[in-house]
């Protein structure tokens, strides 16, 4: 758990611009994976889960709860980005889901977020937004967006 934990922070530190706070740090992601409840996967640079001496290019954390599953972060290194690992994780994510029992997929992200379009893609619509809900760095307040998907 330690090594994957390890390979998920380098993917976080990669991927979140800082301008929008929306990394995690380490103790919240071992909190989050201490309740028994919340799932994360790793790809590597094919789409596979990555091997010992492997690095990991991409992750998704979720949380489940009774017949719904939450996306709470996915993230793809920069240079990795664009090649399909997006929706890779996408598939990973709903075909574990499934086996969880959840009947659909929610996820909250910036408004602005250029994964909108990766969501949207993979059957995401939106179900509600919450204005002025993150902050940035800046101070500057952005409205969230839920996102749903039946499964």
């Known amino acids: 758990m330690t090594e994957d934990l390890d390979k998920l922070m380098e993917v ?28 994360y996967s790793l790809v590597d640079a094919c789409g596979n889960p990555p091997e010992a ?18 996306l709470l972060l996915l993230a793809v290194i920069p240079q990795e980005r664009g090649k399909g690992l997006g929706k890779t994780l996408l598939e990973l994510l709903s075909n574990s889901a499934k086996h969880r029992g959840a009947q659909r997929l929610l996820l909250e992200m910036r408004k602005g977020n250029p994964a909108e379009s990766l ?16 902050r940035l760095l800046s101070g500057e307040r952005v409205n969230a967006i839920t996102f749903a998907r039946d499964l």
Not at 16 to 36: I, M, N, S
Not at 123 to 133: A, S
């Open 12 to 39: 976080m530190t990669a991927a979140f611009d800082p301008l929008y706070g929306e990394a995690w740090t380490r103790r919240q992601v071992e909190d989050a994976l201490l309740f028994g409840h919340t799932y």
């Open 119 to 134: 969501y949207s893609a993979f059957g995401f619509y939106q179900i509600g937004e919450r204005p002025d809900y993150y």
């Open 53 to 70: 001496e492997t690095p990991a290019v991409g992750f998704t954390l979720s949380r489940h709860g009774f017949d719904e599953e939450e």
